[in-house]
């Protein structure tokens, strides 16, 4: 069976829940996935696949999901690599492919990455800090599109099948 990691990079638990749904789905599909933050992460040792997810903020991919792809790139260039971020706060994800930020597209250039995807965000009314309260006034909301990551993550395993042949 293959053996997938799915690394997150996450401040308010809405990309974790993402990692969490892409767990599920590649399980669902007979892959073995293991969903875990990417700071805690010290070694890829025994993973067949890797899957990064990061939230946006201030157009950038979180600082953890950079250093994991950044700290591992050796090992991540030695095995199938996905990417995705989560960010908008808008329902522009579930209308077209967004591009990924440039720093995440020299990462994903760097390592190989087989696909990227954006998929929405979330940020609640009563998030705390400064900006993050600011930013919640005009555009909170869940804008997380669970069958569209479920849809991806499918891809993901179909395309590991093929790997495993
Ligand atoms: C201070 C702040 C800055 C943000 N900047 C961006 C951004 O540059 N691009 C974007 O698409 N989303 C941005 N967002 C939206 C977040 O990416 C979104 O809320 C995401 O779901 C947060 O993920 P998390 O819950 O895993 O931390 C920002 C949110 C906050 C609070």
Redesign the pocket.
Known sequence: MMRVLVAYA???????EIAEWVGTTLRRMGVEAEVRRAGEVTALDGYDAVVVGG?????RWHGEARRFVRRHAGALERVPVWLFS????DRSAGEREIEPVRGVAKLARRVGARGHATFG???TAD?E?F??SR?ARQSAGDYRDRDRVAEWAAGIARELQHVAV
């Not at 996450?10 to 974790?16: H, I, N, V």
């Open positions: 996450s401040d308010r638990g809405g990309t974790a939230a946006l903020y201030a157009g989560s960010g908008p706060l965000g979330r940020l998030a800090g900006l993050a930013i």
